[in-house]
């Protein structure tokens, strides 16, 4: 800017402004990591603390003694691993079953001429809108009437139905970016609808299937309502209900370096997840949200 | 010949699109138009469950309960504050995540990290750091002389200062979504707007009410969306913070449902409160889309 119009900045204000503007830049990177981390840090620090040091007052920041006994009470006196298998169980089979049925749907919205398209995807799009507590009651009675509490089918159908809108939003937004030859080309050679979907479009669609895949891992591994009142055997419940129940139960004394420990673990393979696909996470959201 | 290939074309269409409408419709369609339906009867402990049909009583009844009516206030601020601030915020972080500076890429990882985290999880984290005893935010303003030494605020103990709470950590835990959006947006308005409008001599302020905003407007409308839905239903974070409490200070409309069936056993007043609260999304959604469409135009024009 400066270097083209030289007379419209005087030097000495354009280098105040730059040395500002580096400060408040500083100052901003600063505060975003700090108000990201700082919770979760503070979470870290409490479980590998002694129980004398998560009490003390004034707050001891860096524990004087380094302890695992948190992490060692979690998987020794509590069902831990189970639930994190549990919960791994229900959203990895929710994930791949909601992008089983909602890709073809996407490709049928976005490529075939479909009556009642524009009507189809205004629901699928308002149908994300939905808080999961206008489903409760219709669910619970389903649940009831068919015997599927404390059957992880009661959790992986509806993780299932809400990762599908999401699913046909941000596949549809990929399949509309293919160029049209593609399938052109491929029914010149003879190939059927179905042939030239499994042959030509499944490779192609690899990444975007990843990046959906991600979001609806992340949402299936944090639900909690459909969790907490459809699973109410302790060998079966999943990792938000679990950890929000070590706080529940002992009313007086809450071990809180064993929930630290909890929230830790369950939150690691979502943090990892956000470490390496950040990039994919950012553009499926943005697909999700704004093309839709 | 056209006309076989457009019906066959047709034809895949459904197949293709039919096993995903029927699992929306098993868990959407259905668990919502049979609230419809049971709100029309008295089904709970007076009636030993068995549903009895009471026509418009439950919503009658509504209009009555004052613990509803409570209910809509407390969903009301928390939703209302939330999204401002997390709006606030989320176009700070996205600004700053704009800028060119070293480690970038690192910086707008860590900062998409809490959005992905578990809800419950991240309730009992700060329950912990707002803890009346030991915990660090109270540590915090004594350290600073904010408050005096040996006098912790109670923060989840007391009805204001509880609502304050939950929605701290509702703006920690959701602010990423926002500026993830709005950065999207950020990205994608041509730099030499900006170059122009700077030769005009126009102040940084200047070019982003007058650049930035308007040109970022379908993105902060479809966030504020997607955010007014979220938090209008907010269920995990409260039950596991404050479980609505204390006194009821913090119960939402959702968690006033969750109580009303699995506590009260309420079944059809529980259904008349889910529609109530259907409706009213359903009417911010219709006023979204009508100010959507008009930005749009707006923009084009």
């Known amino acids: 800017m400066t270097t083209t119009h030289p007379s419209a900045y005087p030097a000495a204000k354009t280098d105040r402004a730059f040395s500002l503007r580096k400060v408040l830049l500083t100052i901003g990177v600063i505060f975003v ?7 979760i840090l503070w979470q870290v620090l409490t479980s590998i603390k002694v129980n004398a040091d998560i009490a003390a007052i004034p707050n001891v920041y860096f ?13 020794n006196r509590r069902p831990f691993l189970n639930y994190m298998l549990n919960s791994f169980f229900v959203a990895a089979t929710s994930t791949l079953l909601c992008l089983a049925l909602g890709t073809p749907a996407a490709y049928a919205l976005a490529r075939l001429r479909v009556p009642g398209e524009r009507f189809i995807l205004a629901l699928v799009l308002i149908v994300t809108l939905f808080p999961y507590i206008l489903l409760f009651i219709g669910l619970l009675e389903i ?9 992880y089918l009661a959790l992986i159908i509806p993780y299932t139905a809400i990762n599908i809108p999401l699913t046909i939003l941000v596949m549809r937004s990929f399949f509309q970016q293919l ?54 055997r302790e060998s079966m419940k999943t ?27 369950g939150t690691l393979p979502l943090v990892i997840l956000v470490l390496l696909f950040q990039r994919r996470i950012v553009q499926g959201l943005t697909a999700g949200a704004v093309k839709g | 010949m056209t006309d076989t290939i457009r019906a066959r074309e047709q034809r895949t269409g459904w197949i293709l699109l039919i096993p995903a409408l029927l699992v929306l419709l ?7 138009l049979r609230s419809f339906w049971l709100s029309l009867f008295t089904q709970n402990l007076g009636t030993e469950l068995q549903p009895v049909f009471s026509g418009l009583e439950n919503y009658g009844r509504m209009a009555q309960d004052g613990r509803f009516w409570q209910s809509i206030i407390n969903t009301t601020v928390f939703t209302i504050s939330s999204l401002i601030l997390e709006l606030i915020l989320g176009m700070a972080i996205a600004l700053v995540l704009n800028q060119a500076f070293r480690g970038r890429s690192t910086v707008r990882t860590i900062a998409i990290i809490p959005w992905a985290l578990p809800t419950a999880l991240i309730a009992t984290t700060w329950a912990w750091i707002f803890n009346a005893e030991f915990g660090v935010w109270n540590d915090i303003l004594m350290r600073l002389n904010i408050i005096p030494e040996g006098q912790g605020i109670n923060w989840l103990g007391e009805p204001t200062l509880a609502m304050m709470s939950v929605i701290a950590a509702d703006v920690w835990k959701t602010t990423p979504f926002i500026s993830i959006l709005l950065l999207a947006g950020l990205q994608s308005i041509p730099e030499d707007l900006y170059e122009a409008h700077a030769i005009d001599g126009a102040s940084a ?11 970022l407007m379908p993105q902060i409308l479809i966030a504020s969306l997607f955010r007014f839905a979220q938090a209008f239903g907010i269920f995990d974070l409260i039950a596991v913070m404050t479980g609505g409490g204390p006194a009821g200070a913090t119960e939402t409309v959702s968690i006033y449902v969750y109580a009303t069936i699995m506590r009260y056993l309420d079944f059809g007043y529980g259904a008349a409160l889910v529609v109530i609260t259907f409706l009213v999304l359903i009417l911010a959604v219709a006023l979204a889309a009508v100010l959507l469409s008009k930005t749009r135009t707006a923009l084009r024009g």
Do not use: C
């Open chain 1, 143 to 151: 649940v009831r009437a068919t015997g599927l509490a404390n059957n």
């Open chain 2, 26 to 32: 098993l868990v959407y369609a259905y668990p919502i």
């Open chain 1, 179 to 232: 160029p049209r030859d593609l399938e052109d080309s491929a029914k010149v050679d003879g190939y059927n609808t179905w042939q030239m979907l499994v042959r030509i479009l499944l490779p192609l669609t690899t990444p975007a299937l990843v990046t959906t895949g991600i979001l609806a891992f992340i949402a299936a591994w944090n639900e909690f309502i459909f969790a907490l009142t459809f699973i109410t």
């Open chain 1, 239 to 265: 990792i938000p209900v679990a950890v929000a129940q070590i706080s529940g139960t002992a009313v007086f004394e809450i071990p809180y370096g064993a929930l630290a420990a909890a929230t830790v673990v």
């Open chain 1, 63 to 75: 524990p004087r003694q380094f302890t695992l006994q948190h992490y060692i009470e979690i998987f």
């Open chain 1, 33 to 39: 990591v700090v108000f990201s981390l700082a919770p």
């Open chain 2, 205 to 215: 302020w200047q070019s982003f009410r007058q650049i930035t905003l308007p040109l």
